[in-house]
């Protein structure tokens, strides 16, 4: 199995853009999709991006992500971002037994 | 508009059993498959099972496999958690969610409910 490794927090101002990365331990991380989760304080987890860089309907395209498989890495970029985009952030991939793995966390800040 | 809906949770002693379940509407819910994420107070999120649209196929994770069982009635649009032999590290908060494909065991997460929770104490 791998593990998913993600900063245990970032900040940023509002209207600047932010990136937090999410690096898979072992095996290619364009092996299998890459999701990522917003949870704002209380509720329950949404979905910001599926299959590696894709929005659902609904999400702005202030988010967006992107995986390089020269660090092994997958990233969420926000940009422009507002208060309301301050929440904890968990990347989420599978393994070849289909088991879903999720990284950590981040939190992020906007002040 | 996706609703997923869960109940069922409750405290419980250990070593006992609950089944939760997860009412879903808005959707073909027999055209996708379903998942139990769950979320252990002040920590992240854990990947717990997975059921097809048909409910032929399962998966479960390690820290779960052989005590939980999962299954759905496509009739009542209905997800279903079986757990047996609970301990205090299976208190959390169950989400139930709507995976993004139909047969396809992949857990990707489209939509989610609200979650209930799971109390396991004595």
């Known amino acids: 199995n791998f593990m998913l490794t993600q900063p245990h927090s970032v900040s940023e101002s509002p209207g600047k853009t932010v990136t937090i990365s999410c690096t898979r331990s072992?095996?290619?991380?364009?092996?299998?999709?890459v999701q990522w989760y917003q949870q704002r304080p209380g509720r329950a987890p949404t979905t910001v991006i599926y299959a590696d860089n894709q929005r659902p309907s609904g999400v702005p395209d202030r988010f967006s992500g992107s995986i390089d498989s020269s660090s092994n890495s997958a990233s969420l970029t926000i940009s422009g971002l507002k208060t309301e985009d301050e929440a904890d952030y968990y990347c989420?991939?599978?393994?070849?037994?289909?088991?879903?793995?999720f990284g950590g966390g981040t939190k992020l800040t906007v002040l | 508009e996706v609703q997923l809906v869960e109940s069922g949770g409750r405290l419980v002693q250990p070593g006992g059993s609950l089944r939760l379940s997860c009412a879903a509407s808005?959707?073909?819910?027999?055209?996708?498959?379903m998942s139990w994420v769950r979320q252990a107070p002040g920590k992240g999120l854990e990947w717990v099972s997975t059921i097809t649209g048909s409910g032929g196929s399962t998966d479960y994770a390690d820290s779960v496999k052989g005590r939980f069982t999962i299954s759905r009635d496509n009739s009542k649009n209905t997800l279903y958690l079986q757990m047996n032999s609970l301990t205090a590290e299976d208190t959390a908060l169950y989400y139930c969610a709507k995976d993004l494909y139909e047969e396809i065991l992949d857990p990707i997460f489209a939509q989610w409910g609200q979650g209930t929770l799971v109390t396991v104490s004595s």
């Open positions: 808005g959707f073909t819910f027999s055209s996708s498959a």
């Open positions: 989420q991939s599978y393994d070849i037994s289909n088991h879903g793995v």
């Open positions: 072992s095996g290619n991380i364009a092996t299998n999709y």
